[in-house]
């Protein structure tokens, strides 16, 4: 998404980004701080964050028909998960509330995102919820797969699962809002407009991904659905926080605003 602002490909002015890689557990816990001026964050998270930000338009990651995917050792059913302590990567993460609409008796315990494949995998738990490119390699790790979350949400809604947005300060005032959302929008065109080039420069950040794994993640969520939520993605936000609400996970009502 920002390979055309790290790049300098996009014009920005006089205004200039500083860019930091972190978990989106440790991105959620800054924005609810009010640290950064524009931040990733889950949308999940939002709910708690909208008297200081506000949704970009652009940036969204979302399952279309795919997701967060629990995975363990051995085949399990319902009653079995249940009874499993759950590896989660944040409670303000997105995969944790769409595991909690799926299953609220589900217990969990946090780790961060990119050990708990291995903790399931050798045996410190027995289920795990996972997120990023993990994804798509946990059979490599002799996992198997017991729910797709975004797969089971498109069951039930229809709608694509709301993982990841981003979001700008309110402070900034409306005019910069607008500047800045410009740039970014204009550097996701460019990332994906120019695909090799912003995938060389991810790879950077892949852990070891082979190239053709990167790549396939990258397709599934950024994507034109990146460039625009769409009426549909939009609406997928709204349900996400109001069934949070409505099962008591999420503090609400959530007021839902884009920084159109």
């Known amino acids: 998404m920002f390979y055309g602002l790290a790049s300098g490909a996009i014009d920005t002015a006089e205004l200039r980004f500083e860019h930091e890689l972190q978990g989106i557990q440790e991105l959620n816990e800054r924005a ?41 050792r051995e085949p399990l059913d319902r009653d079995a998960i249940r ?22 008796a589900a217990r969990t315990v946090v780790m961060p995102f990119d050990v708990i494949l291995e903790a399931v995998r050798d045996g410190d738990v027995d289920v795990g919820l996972i997120i990023h490119e993990g994804q798509l390699t946990y059979a490599d790790a002799g996992l198997v ?24 300060r309110r402070d900034l005032g409306a005019q910069l809002i ?14 994906l407009d120019h695909r090799e080039q912003g995938m060389d420069y ?20 950024v994507n034109s659905r990146t460039l625009d939520y769409g009426s549909d ?22 007021e839902v605003e884009f920084a159109d």
């Open 145 to 168: 797969l017991l729910e797709d979350l975004g797969r089971w949400w498109k069951e039930e809604t229809g709608l694509p699962l709301p993982l990841g947005g981003n979001v700008i």
């Open 32 to 72: 609810i701080r009010g640290e950064l001026e524009v931040t990733a964050v889950s949308i999940h998270a939002y709910a708690y964050l909208t008297d200081r930000y506000v949704l970009l338009p652009h940036g969204a990651s979302m399952g279309e028909g795919y997701g967060p995917r629990l995975v363990s």
């Open 178 to 191: 607008s500047r800045v959302s410009g740039y970014l929008r204009r550097s996701i065109a460019f990332s």
């Open 233 to 254: 993605g939009r609406e997928a936000v709204r349900l996400f926080l109001e069934r949070g609400v409505a099962e008591g996970l999420v503090p609400g009502p959530v």
């Open 83 to 104: 009874s499993c302590a759950i590896a989660v990567p944040g409670e303000l993460t997105s995969a944790y509330l769409a595991l909690k609409l799926w299953e609220p």
């Open 202 to 221: 991810a790879m950077g950040f892949a852990r070891g991904l082979e190239r053709q794994t990167a790549d396939d993640f990258v397709g599934m969520y």
